[in-house]
């Protein structure tokens, strides 16, 4: 059973919004820190944006920042992706993660979701 689910993911025009969401299946994750990673075709995963476990620190790539907002709602085992502003450089498959820490470094998370795609047209 995947630990965690991604969705909200598709396809939308430059400069438009969408807003991925992560439930936890089978556990509770409300104690952990929670990442969202995006990988592109040929690319290796990289970090996006981190939400310590209580939600009062975030952290965010310098490529998203001031256009991505995450945030997480412990009572309903979630975590959110504001995405705006978006990119055709945004295009890839989105993966969230938990771990012990807000960390960027992928190794650094012990569960992960399958991804969900977005894809970013000109």
């Known amino acids: 059973q995947v630990p965690l689910v991604e969705s909200g993911g598709g396809l939308v025009q430059a400069g438009g919004s969408l807003r991925l969401s992560c439930v936890a299946s089978?556990?509770?994750?409300?104690?952990?820190?929670r990442g969202w990673f995006r990988q592109a075709p040929g690319k290796e995963r990289e970090f996006v944006a981190a939400i310590s476990w209580r939600g009062d620190s975030t952290y965010y790539a310098d490529s998203v920042k001031g256009r991505f907002t995450i945030s997480r709602d412990n009572a309903k085992n979630t975590v959110y992706l504001q995405m705006n502003s978006l990119k055709p450089g945004d295009t890839a498959l989105y993966y969230c993660a938990a771990g012990s820490s807000p960390s960027n470094y992928v190794r650094s998370y012990d569960y992960w979701g399958q991804g969900t795609q977005v894809t970013v047209s000109s």
């Open positions: 089978g556990r509770t994750f409300s104690s952990y820190a």
